[in-house]
């Protein structure tokens, strides 16, 4: 074992397919209970040492928007880090909606990198986190539609079917993954849990025993999260690790376990200062934030000429943004309008790229302590793109829009609040309360 592993000796380690899904998992473990952090990238040991001891390690990463080849070369290295912590736990942390596909993002790739880190050949998939309305039930997955809607099978939910990268065409998770190379996954339908976790183990150890690459578990009402909790760690004593793929509820099922949750949640205190807000996203949930954010300038920025990154527009961008900062207005700059919305063709990559490039020139040049980015390429690409090197959670504005404290070796950057939201998170006035804090 090496000296990282003696030093913090993590339960959980977890990689983030993309940041604000890795920011979710750091907000999940740390009301739970565990000390945990965030990294940017793999730290080195220097900077394991000085951050002390840990329950919970993560990465964030961004292997969602990524093509095989790419998710090989980034996973590759956070698999070799993982090993030698020693954690029991490997998570990597997908969306709560599994939307992937076999040539962008894809889970089967994910799991073939990190497979060889853990000592189980088999890999554990949790289908449905609750507490964000996504349930998985005999296999399917079903997810509600924005904020209060209606629950639907996720092949007929009016975004994530036609999704503008990875569309889901099947519910059944098992048929999806198959497609990504995860095939022979079984399944353990959530009935089986009012069993207790010793028949669900035996379950378990019965669909190892026939070959099974992997067990698909539902999950439909929080409670179940317990007991699933309690069965998989039988799988990990006496020193063995394991991989489990899912959303944050993979985290809620382990740290029922080995942590106390903390009694009281955080209040976010007003802003101090302008507050900036970058939305690339294109989302239906992310539109009506955009419409109820009263307390902003707005810019609509053109995606077309942003996705290009020339080097002049952004300058030009970045000074706009900058001088209605130093007005003392907070600033709400989107890359798609109501009217005009975004071209079908444009990159969607390209777009979170430069959206990264255009934050990074902002913030170098203007004093901002809060921001908020929304979409999940946008806000990997826009953290990547800054001189940071770590995250720890501070509060939640609403569910799926954690508020975190930056980490940087640079002063104008440490200590930046940032939130970080996909596009199908948040209630509808989560810009205002980014504003105006919680009550």
């Not at 985290?251 to 955080?266: D, G, W």
């Amino acid at each position: 074992m090496s000296s990282v592993a003696l030093q913090i000796a993590p339960h959980i380690a977890f990689y983030g397919d993309d940041f604000t899904g890795a920011t979710d998992a750091l907000g999940t473990a740390t009301r739970a209970g565990l000390r945990t952090l965030l990294f940017l990238s793999v730290p080195d040991e220097a900077r394991m040492h000085r951050v002390g001891e840990l329950d919970c390690v993560g990465i964030a990463g961004a292997a969602r928007s990524m093509s095989p080849e790419e998710m090989r070369a980034e996973l590759a290295p956070v698999s070799r880090w993982f090993e030698s912590l020693g954690a029991s736990v490997l998570h990597y942390k997908c969306c709560s909606t599994f939307d992937s596909a076999p040539e962008v993002g894809s889970i089967g790739v994910a799991v073939d990198v990190l497979r060889p880190a853990v000592s189980q050949h088999w890999v554990a998939v949790v289908g449905g986190q609750p507490e964000l309305r996504r349930y998985c039930v005999f296999g399917n997955l079903f997810a509600a539609a924005g904020h209060g809607g209606e629950v639907q099978r996720i092949d007929r939910h009016p975004t994530m079917s036609r999704h503008p990268v990875t569309p889901m065409y099947e519910a059944d998770l098992r048929q999806h993954l198959a497609l990504q190379g995860l095939d022979g996954l079984r399944s353990l339908a959530y009935p089986a849990y009012a069993e207790g976790a010793e028949a669900v183990h035996t379950s378990i150890e019965a669909m190892v025993s026939e070959r099974a690459s992997g067990v698909l578990f539902d999950v439909a009402r929080q409670e179940d999260l317990a007991t699933l909790g309690e069965a998989l760690s039988l799988s990990c004593r006496f020193g063995q690790s394991m991989l489990v793929v899912g959303p944050s509820s993979v985290l809620q099922a382990f740290a029922s376990q080995h942590a106390t949750p903390i009694a009281t949640l955080s209040r976010v205190a007003p802003a101090q200062g302008s507050v900036l807000v970058l939305a690339g996203s294109l989302s239906p949930v992310t539109a009506k934030q955009v419409a109820a954010a009263t307390s902003y300038e707005k810019v609509w920025l053109d995606p077309v000429a942003l996705a290009a990154a020339e080097p002049a527009h952004l300058d030009t961008v970045a000074a706009q943004l900058c001088g209605l900062l130093a007005a003392g207005h907070n600033v709400l700059a989107c890359t798609a309008s109501p009217a005009t919305g975004v071209d079908a063709g444009l990159s969607a990559r390209a777009l979170a790229h430069a959206g990264g490039a255009l934050l990074a020139r902002v913030l170098g040049a203007t004093p901002v302590r809060r921001v908020g980015v929304a979409g999940g390429d946008t806000s990997s690409h826009a953290v990547q793109a800054l001189d940071a090197w770590g995250l720890s959670y501070i509060a939640a504005l609403s569910s799926g829009a954690p508020l975190c404290r930056v980490h940087s070796d640079e002063p104008t950057l440490d200590g930046i609040e940032l939130m970080l939201k996909g596009g199908q998170m948040g209630d509808d006035d989560v810009f205002e309360r980014l504003v105006h804090g919680t009550r």
